[in-house]
């Protein structure tokens, strides 16, 4: 069937009013009902959700193709709708889109949304086909455009090509989503792992007898650290199913996760596995229509429930004995490196912990060895020296060769140096940020040195964390020193072979910046942004300051809440929401309370991107916005 036929003059709006993504399914649902395509429009929504919530629709250059097969379609269709101001979509790119296909297909086994979708795709690759679109006037230039002749020098798309498309980029969203939730589990994870391991470990150290304390005020001091290392698994699989499905998760993931781990032994890996489990089963069993006086007992009562019922049958008469054998395994894999792959798996490990400071890559190595501090403590030993590496030897590299550093850089090293010490990696980033082609590999060879050091001194490191701070709980105290010592020493060695003494024009320049201070008033910020990492710690405020520092540069005001550790601070208001032009959005988990700023033009970006590239974010979306701006004051 050719698009053409499915697409007439009462499916197109050239001026869509809706400013949010739900307002976009309604308005663009009613053109289909009022051309007689559908006959239930909530019934058709509800489809469209469904389909929405398996992957978000939409793509590259500002394009969203929301679709679903449904019995409530009558003939097929296809609504196009362009919107003069963007709308968030919610889109992996985190951009705005302004072109929108509404694809309505009978539920009738057909596939005729991938004819469908093959056959704009074929239109989509034209050159300045999206520009004629969003300058379309009416119905009838849309039209037209449908109609044009492609030119025979385009590789029209098969369906098989456009299936993939759509497959790969659903695919790159789920792992991307899946990502946010297990960081989510992660950063509530880390204070009970480390308030557990290092009570533990300080009670054991304290003892000189090599072994948990029986008697006493350290058998008490053990049993809190024992209570933290017996929480935390808990804590990672209830709050991966929280990100996923809100509160109703928590009770089904955090119960589920204490059977796996308790009666089955399955470790960190079978928390992680129920979490996910409890989210996705409490996330279907919400889409379940309720009656209205059964409503409000859903998230309180039924959801966690029938959810807990489901999620510990699945566990107890399911997975939990095929995951308990996957941890007794990697348990002896690792327990065979202890003797012989050391280096390899010291390089892997060290590689990985520097590798992106403090970041997913990082969280990835960390995770791994603090959740085996239990049995595998010399893991820990090599990558706390690893964690600790990329800013000492940042540091001593600002000593060792000042004439290669600006005055902030210099200043930078004063602060990398406590970061590391205590064991913050993140503080190797402003180095990183404004030179990685020659800080990144300086960083991952040290935390590589450091690391195998660490194995083949036999480190054990009892506490779940890096740096000196930890000293006191280390067995092999030499070797952990050595391992840090030489593995800075080798970051600082390659950067400064690499980079080159800067003039002192650029020292002058840097010397003559003034601070930059945050804003805390309500309403006069022209721009605002909430940041959230992991942990909530470095990355979150490295992230903050560089936006705030770039908005100093340009000369606008920006207010940014940061979200994390100690919860929401300096929190934006209705009155922030009210006088700001935009939003950004830097995170790696999800954002809290994000319905506060519904019909916001928001700007969806990583934390990493809001430290190397603050400035052009800004100003390129601020352009935009004012660009917007004038096209609906003349329209």
Known sequence: MKIESLITNQLICVDLSSTNKKDVFVEMATLLENAQCISD???YLSDVWSREDLSNTGFEDGIAIPHAKSSAVIKPAVAVGISRTGIEYGADNGELCNIFF??????????????????????????????????????????????????QKKVQPTIQSAQHEVSATSFKATLGRMKQHLLFGTSHMIPFIVAGGVLLSLSVMISGKGAVPDTGVLKDIAEMGIAGLTLFTVILGGYIA???ADKPGLAPGMIGSWIAVQQFNTGFLGAIVVGFIAGFVVQQLKRIKLPDSMASLGSIFIYPLVGTFIVCSIVMWGIGEPIAHMMTSLNVWLAGMASSGKILLGAILGGMTAFDMGGPINKVATLFAQTQVNTQPWLMGGVGIAICVPPLGMALATILSPKRYKKDEREAGKAAAIMGMIGITEGAIPFAAADPLRVIPAVVVGGIVGNVIGFMFNVLNYAPWGGWIVLPVIEGKFGYIVGTIVGAVVTAVIVNILKKPISEEDDSEAMNCSPVESISEEGVAQVLAIISCPSGVAHTFLAAKSLEKAASKIGIKIKVETQGANGIVN????????????????????IKEIQ????????????KEAMNNAEQIIQSNLAQSKSDSVVVANA
Do not use: C
Request: hydrophobic residues 45%; proline residues 2%; aromatic residues 6%.
């Open 571 to 590: 929190r934006l208001t209705t009155k922030d929401v009210a006088n700001a032009e935009m939003i950004i959005f830097a995170h790696d988990v999800a």
């Open 102 to 151: 509404m694809i309505a297909s009978p539920n009738d086994g057909d596939n005729l949304h991938i004819e469908v979708l093959a056959q704009i795709s074929s239109k989509l690759i034209e050159d300045g086909f999206t520009d004629k679109l969003r300058a379309a006037k009416n119905a009838e230039e849309i039209i037209m455009l449908f109609t044009e002749i492609t030119p």
């Open 596 to 607: 506060r700023f519904d019909g916001m033009r928001i700007v969806d970006i990583k934390t």
């Open 242 to 244: 929280y990100s996923i």
């Open 41 to 43: 429009k909530n019934m």
